[in-house]
């Protein structure tokens, strides 16, 4: 399955893994690089040795592509984008901001670079910037969204540009590729599909909220600040939610209640922690290895399309007699 995605990456599968802050380091980057898709490590917010010491790592796992996320609004991006320019990551994600000040330095030292859009408008943008390709995230995802869906977004940010585009939100399984392609994308990013896999380095107590997980499970806090992120129902984002009723009364207590939320959840303290997860984690039932999951969606995908909409038919059926 090639397309602009594949070849612009050097990658087998159409398919990079999300930039989950705290949770994506060199494990499951390497990973999934190895499996043949694109391994990302999320290095906002943190210090420039781990980033240092997790490059290594994964380099010592997998000799594929491997990329690298940065958080624009975070106050160590410069250096951070000049570290990642030192070590010769292959392939740069941003977010939360515009890459402009970078843009060049990247370029002039071969890295590809995706920023993640949720609007065409700001795809645009990036475009007359000189992006290699764009991330359209629908709101389905985990972590921090925007407001329009998948299926809005993805189409509009392919009219809109002539960059390959790479779909996200809901996506984890093969008929969620093959969707994506349908939509107009060239690949898929996949976030939640991989918190639950072997080389995952969260606590077992998150990966077994996101396995037992129901389609309802999941909330969107922070539209009250401004930043909405979605995670798994808990008694930290009811809390959350609770004080978002009365942000003149409740910011100091919401920003007490935020500080270390994600370490907590990645930790284990699925009560009190924030298990930033995307809407499709009630697809998600089982343990793999990244490089089980990789070859699942792609065989998936790759039998729909061969097999056109009677194949979707069939396999939905096929789908039905097993529940």
Not at 32 to 59: H, K, N
Not at 248 to 263: C, D, M, V
């Amino acid at each position: 399955m090639k397309t602009r995605i594949t070849e612009l990456l050097g990658i087998e599968a159409p398919i990079i893994q999300g930039a989950m802050a705290r949770i994506a380091d060199a494990s499951l980057a390497g990973a999934v690089s190895e499996a043949g898709g694109l391994g990302v490590i999320a290095c906002g917010g943190a210090p420039l040795d781990w980033v240092r010491e997790q490059v290594g790592i994964a380099r010592s796992i997998t000799d594929k592509p491997l990329g690298a996320n940065v958080m624009l609004m975070d106050p160590n991006a410069g250096a951070l984008a000049e570290l990642l320019t030192e070590l010769r990551i292959d392939v740069i994600t941003t977010g939360a901001g515009s890459p402009a000040n970078y843009m060049q330095m990247w370029k002039d030292a071969g890295i590809k670079v995706i920023p993640v859009v949720a609007s065409a408008a700001l795809a645009v943008r990036m475009e007359r910037l000189g992006a290699d390709a764009v991330v359209a995230e629908g709101t389905e995802s985990g972590g921090h969204i925007g407001e329009l869906t998948t299926m809005a977004v993805v189409p509009s940010v392919c009219q809109a540009v002539s960059i390959p585009v790479i779909g996200a939100g809901g996506v984890a399984d093969g008929r969620g590729l093959a969707a994506a392609f349908m939509l107009g994308a060239e690949g898929v990013q996949m976030g939640t599909r991989f918190l639950t896999v072997e080389e995952c380095t969260v606590a077992d107590a998150y990966k077994e909220r996101v396995l037992a997980a129901k389609d309802s499970d999941t909330i969107v806090t922070g539209r009250g600040s401004g930043h909405p992120a979605r995670c798994l129902k808990n008694k930290f984002s009811r809390q959350v939610r609770k004080l978002e009723g009365d942000m003149a009364k409740n910011g100091e207590a919401l920003e007490e209640l935020y500080l270390g939320s994600l370490r907590r959840a990645v930790e284990g303290d699925v009560d009190n922690g924030s298990m930033m997860a995307g809407q499709v984690a009630a697809l998600v039932g089982e343990r793999k290895t990244a490089a089980e999951v990789v070859a699942e969606v792609m065989a998936e995908a790759e039998a729909l399309a061969s097999a056109g909409l009677a194949g979707v038919a069939e396999a939905n059926a096929r789908r039905a007699r097993m529940i």
